[in-house]
């Protein structure tokens, strides 16, 4: 069975930082690009960041640009997300997600592409 699982939420101060990770098991992971997704209460679930199966080319949105840094490692089958400088509009709880690799022009900034999620991790800001 494939497992995505997330770690790393808590509660944070604005302006501080935190590293989410997403261990991923049943499946080949080099063959999969990752992306985060998050959701805040009562909103729809967005698109934060991606990672590519094959070069590590990385995809984020506009709003994170800049503060968030997306990365994988294949030997730990692992993908991480550094979230720096974050502001309370980042409360969300954060999902990560694996893409079968023929998938990937079709566009990784979209939920629909996307074969597997994990359960998601709550992060929190507080002002």
């Known amino acids: 069975q494939v497992q995505l699982v997330e770690s790393g939420g808590g509660l944070v101060q604005a302006g501080g930082s935190v590293r989410l990770s997403c261990a991923a098991s049943?499946?080949?992971?080099?063959?999969?690009?990752m992306g985060w997704f998050r959701q805040a209460p009562g909103e729809a679930r967005e698109f934060v960041a991606a990672i590519k199966w094959s070069r590590c080319d990385s995809y984020y949105a506009d709003s994170v640009k800049g503060r968030f840094t997306i990365s994988r490692d294949n030997g730990k089958n692992t993908v991480y997300l550094e979230m720096n400088s974050l502001k309370p509009e980042d409360t969300a709880v954060y999902y990560c997600a694996a893409a079968e690799w023929r998938r990937a022009g079709a566009g990784l900034n979209r939920q629909r592409n996307y074969d597997y999620w994990g359960q998601g991790t709550q992060v929190t800001v507080s002002s």
């Open positions: 049943g499946l080949t992971f080099s063959s999969y690009s």
